[in-house]
C-alpha cells in the first residue's frame, strides 16, 4: 500500500492549494480518507475526513475554508484548501483507515499513511 502525497508549496496568505493524494494498493472508496497537519512544535491535528458511513468532518481551524474529496476512478484524494493563513503552515498527511463521527467528535483509526507534504503560508 502506498499514499503519495503532492501539492504542497509556499503560497502567499489568503491564497489556495489542492494537496492531492494518490493510492496504490488500496482502494479509497472502501475505507474512511482524511488529511492530518503537524505544525513545528505542534501534535499532529485531524483536519477533515470522510468516515466510514460517508459523514465528512471539519476541524474547526479549517471549516469553510478547507474541502475534502476523492476521485474513484483515480483513487485520489484531495484536499483544496482556500482562504489560507499563515497558521496553516504545517506538514499535511492523507491517510485510508476507519472513522466515525459521534456527536461532532472524530473517531479514527487509520491503517495507512502517506508522507508529509509541506505547505507554508506567508509572505
Known amino acids: 500500500v502506498q499514499l503519495q502525497a503532492s501539492g504542497g508549496g509556499l503560497v502567499q496568505p489568503g491564497g489556495s492549494l489542492r494537496l492531492s493524494c494518490a493510492a496504490s494498493g488500496v482502494t479509497l472508496e472502501q475505507y474512511a480518507i482524511a488529511w492530518f497537519r503537524q505544525a513545528p512544535g505542534k501534535e499532529r491535528e485531524g483536519i477533515s475526513c470522510i468516515t466510514s458511513h460517508g459523514n465528512t468532518y471539519y476541524a474547526d481551524s479549517v471549516k469553510g475554508r478547507f474541502t475534502i474529496s476523492r476521485d474513484g476512478a483515480k483513487n485520489t484524494m484531495y484536499l483544496q484548501m482556500n482562504t489560507l493563513r499563515p497558521e496553516d503552515t504545517a506538514d499535511y498527511y492523507c491517510?485510508?483507515?476507519?472513522?466515525?463521527?459521534?456527536?461532532?467528535?472524530?473517531?479514527?483509526?487509520?491503517?495507512?499513511w502517506g508522507k508529509g507534504t509541506q505547505v507554508t503560508v506567508s509572505s
Open positions: 491517510a485510508t483507515g476507519s472513522a466515525a463521527l459521534v456527536s461532532g467528535v472524530l473517531y479514527y483509526d487509520m491503517y495507512h
